[in-house]
């Protein structure tokens, strides 16, 4: 493991910020899909930088050269490698970072690890670009996923302080779940997109940033897949999204809520709908022990507030070896949240699809 | 995966609540290490059961038999497999659980996925009892880490709504973390631990049961531990701790609060400690880009209430595909919180160990 | 990877051979197989020890106690362990054996990476008595497959030099290959048998041993199984093949034969047989690309004499740091060729079963 | 597993002979590594094809481009992806190819697989062109075994039925071992390789080809590698050998020798020497139990004749269901023993170096 994830559908990802590419390889996809190129496109559209004032300046296409996997337009079923090749690099707006540490960033921590032999340029490997191959990976999951009924959304629950409205956890439409990623902040009430939007525009004025957390669901997830013991729905999926940048809380169903709730409110009661088994209730978001129970699946993630800033900040110079004061330039994003709602989809769209080849035993 | 994880250490374990025995094995030991039987003891009398009136009736000593690897009081190198017989079954309790189907348990889920096979009787893999393992695994992974100057411990913040006292995030002393083992209730504040019991009790009387949160501490721990891309500090950890059955929510350092904090306040600031480098909050909670920073290792865990109540509930009786009202007898634990602490301790050493072995490279 | 290998069927397998108990852990097994007992107990007694005077005087039963994974005589689809206690130990026999290596075993190389901390009696976990967990393996997945029209048998073509028959490459029938368990000696004329028993006894007679070669063959295997790259069957089989004590050679169809063959004389030419590709001849043994094409499986396993022979041999004491002379007395097969059988049976068993679930992708 | 293999040392390759480009993603590589790509180039230009009239006449510079995982000329310790563009590819050559299989290549195995979406061109990923990211990880391995004094070299010890000189067992000199990559044929006495390419050139004078056997000695490998149970040198060098396209056999030390010799005549006597316990011969090829013993690691590789001649087959047309002749046309080698000896010395070089890393425990 560590560059490589996933049990049906491994994949493997490279590339640091600065250097030539990023990039990714799929293994396990079944022979003969059609890739929709476009909705791909899309996808890793939604994720790229330089769109909006909430996000960094840096502009990247994403765009993508599969080098591998696919031929006459459709996979071979052999590993398809993409490639992502970088290029609005400012790499000199980095040269000063080689030995004075971002708090908040991985600089101290990789540099520790790696031995000062890191790319240091744009965070290297810990980059927030490294989410692109993810991107990529969700989108190839999520057509295989929808020509079988299975469709994910997410959307910003709050963001710089401003609380949105919650999905119902019984289950949003498919179309309300893929409208999402057609607004420009994906927020189920434009009223509070508008209060967020004026949140996150206050803290960049401040040359500050925000946190806020996201909440995903899947709907059509059929009941059976998590493979105790310790390939629990909640364990893969937990997996991947701590793997992403900035995610420091991921709750299923009323997650931490449940602390103060008695057994009798937490119990999600259960009732026969034609032939099928429901539960009046979805507090468990989908998933009881480990397994999924058929009702939509549901979960939140916290992401903290994007840690480069303007504002002076006391830190260290490692090479010296003594205290200092740092103050950020370059392009950054003072809310990441927005572009952390494509990467919780698609590392959800990886898992399910994986667990759900996973769970064929026959 | 599934019933094998971890890396450099990994265990499988195996076993069923009323079957002849659970049990586990450990691979990647080192030899000659000379394990203290005494300690592993008094790791497992913290989650057995039948203690008192917190949990469950169910008596099991939880007593272990060593099989293989280990020789002349030592670790051979080879696997060792410790097993758990389990003793007192009331199986009788669970006969009418085959088609009735417990809220908030797996039994829904499981009789999905394992068409009806899966041995239904106290829940079969999916019970508590299968933390038992873990714990032994733990024992044993806290042994070494101990050696190395790296401790474990976890408290109840939140029991039955009684909220506790946090740590501080800056680092307990190891006898305050260690000293927690030894108390009736997990609880840094007497205090809070009689409002807890309190609250758990009131419960208990009225056949309801409660939730709670558990805060777990690692001092000691090197900068440079964890894995990017996908096995971050967060990920492994997470990984396992939604594997703890009931464990609906982790969070790292302040998590979900983090969601409301400006950059400037969450960042922490960095300075030199003779020629350490520090930071002056935590938190992150010693993980930065998914390493070990070198500052205590700190995150949270929601429980959701023991599913288990003798209130009356609507369910469905998956024989007869009908709605039914069920009223769960037998032997219950009104809290589970406090029987997860030593297990969230458990797999929490496991995890660091593992990760310590796989940081060396060389 | 080491003590668990297999990727659909997991297994794990410890013990030590004067331990308390050797034993294994599956994982992967559908849930609902109703196992059939007494074909696991003959497949357990093939392999088992004090059979005929070809084989150590060592008596263990090799009985089995299922631990978990089975209820109401099924699969649970849980982890199954089975537990074979040690019986018949004479360890004494091997207590001058801690410093004096025995030349052709893995007492040296143990000492040195364990530190001089394994187990020495008996070989401890690099005895041949780890196999019988193999065997419970493939009994188990030979019950699976032949519900699918696979079959599997082995055979000695060749023991103390003398050559034995080989099978029709183009296949055998399935009575046959089965048929060959249930001979005292596993070959397919019984002129040569009586040869090699011959052999095998002048050995004996001279405390000597020898080796010999093992040919096996699987009939019913579907074209398509095997994943390259690095999954070839060639690879995957081998794997576990060398895993076994004393295999020293394997080769695939002509496999080193190869090498004094033209192209067109080594390709086997194609043709349609009622819808069905076959190839004239079966050269590849089965696989091409690392990947089944239909036609018989066919593998053989070259075999080094017993290391244990009472002759006087010159060897170290590692603790005295000087040569010695040592005559091993204690119980011995003078050959072990016939006893490793089953076990080359039950490893094809395993990772045939294990390619075939992996294959299905969809 | 499949396109990613390794434990401490995990490679993923990915490419078909005709798409845009194949490669390779190493992962675990140490930080701060200083590559010296003039031998990674020596070590590609072994194997790459248009050398000699021995091999095809495609031309393939095997030039690669590292996209990642390098910085200021040092490992960054991220992982390492090399991309090898395609580039000399007579794609219309295969055109007829599509339906028709060729007899002993993975064709029908790889169409049955993939339903027929597998690229056809050829070979796709089966084609041998897939042994330069091989190659390459193993000129990576080399330099960091060189470092620690461990040296690995090979030979073709038959190729066209003439038998060349083997290895003295009990070891070559590194410059003897090394020597052979600069020689024409890397064979040990000159007048053997000069019957070799008579051989060879009469088979392509027939439109034929021949195969052979290639043996790979390692010097200076520590005892005390391997991991056993299931990861013995034996089980895992066999993976990675198999995985190589043509190797259909495998033996280690005497290997398939050992059939006809007696336990006295095989087991290697051990002696000290100087402190250190050496054996007098090196039958088992410098491994026991699985474990590496301190004396060179020696195994031999069988390798069929290249499938691809211009003779005229009987095969079948898959489209039409019907048989028909195939007479191969485009570039192929007459021999791949050649090639294939760096390839055998990469994943040697590979799989000791994973070995050396797992094999620190502390």
Redesign the interface.
């Known amino acids: ?5 996933g ?2 559908i ?1 994949m ?5 910020s600065h ?5 990714l ?1 799929i ?2 996809l ?3 899909l059609e890739l929709d190129l476009a909705s791909i496109n899309l996808e890793m559209a939604r994720r790229a930088p330089g769109l909006s004032e909430l996000s960094t300046a840096r502009k990247e296409k994403d765009a993508y ?7 006459s337009g ?8 993409a ?1 992502i090749p970088n290029e609005d690099q400012h790499s000199k707006d980095y040269s000063i970072l080689k030995n004075v ?1 971002r ?8 540099w ?8 240091y ?1 744009g ?4 980059s927030g670009r ?1 989410t692109a191959p993810l991107v990529f990976m969700g989108a190839v999951a999520k057509q295989i996923l929808a020509a079988r009924g299975i469709f994910i959304g997410a959307q910003i629950t ?2 710089g ?1 401003v609380e949105g409205t919650a999905f119902d956890p019984l289950g949003e439409k498919a179309e309300v779940l893929l409208g999402l990623a057609k607004k420009d902040l994906p927020v189920l009430c434009a009223k509070d997109a508008d209060a967020m939007i004026n949140a996150i525009m206050a ?1 960049k004025k ?1 040359e ?6 996201v909440e995903c669901m899947a709907i059509g997830v059929p ?2 897949l ?7 729905v ?3 999926l ?6 992403v ?1 900035a ?26 709908s034609e ?1 099928t ?1 429901k ?2 209730t979805n ?3 989908g ?8 009702m939509p699946l549901l979960f ?1 993630v ?8 303007a ?1 002076p ?4 110079d ?1 090479s010296a ?3 200092t004061t740092l103050e950020i330039n370059g392009r950054h994003d003072p809310c990441i949240v927005q572009r952390a709602v494509p990467v919780i989809e698609a590392v959800t769209a990886w898992t399910i699809l994986d667990l759900l ?1 996973a ?4």
Not at 123 to 126: A, H, P
Not at 208 to 213: F, I, M, P, Y
Not at 238 to 243: G, I, P, Q, R, Y
Not at 302 to 309: F, M, N, Q, Y
Request: glycine content about 18%; hydrophobic content about 35%; some cysteine.
């Open positions: 493991m560590s560059s490589v994830f049990d049906r491994k493997t990802i490279f590339g640091e250097g030539l590419a990023i990039g390889v293994d396990g079944p022979a003969g050269i599969i080098e591998s996997g696919m031929f459709k996979t071979t079923g052999m590993p398809l490698c490639l540490m708090p908040g960033h991985a600089d101290y921590s990789g520790i690890k790696y031995k000062g032999f890191n790319d340029r965070g290297g490997s810990f490294l709050s963001a302080g803290a401040g500050d940033s925000v946190g806020g957390t009941a059976g998590g493979e105790p013991y310790f390939d629990s909640e364990s893969r937990a997996h991947v999204l701590f793997s940048p995610v420091k809380g991921v709750e299923f169903g009323k997650g931490f809520g449940f602390s103060t709730m008695l057994g009798s409110q937490a119990n999600d009661a259960m009732y026969m032939n088994v539960t009046k507090n468990n978001g998933i009881l022990g480990g397994i999924t129970n058929g939140k916290g992401i903290k507030p994007t840690p480069s800033i504002l900040q006391n830190t260290v490692v070896g003594c205290n080849l769970a064929n035993r026959s």
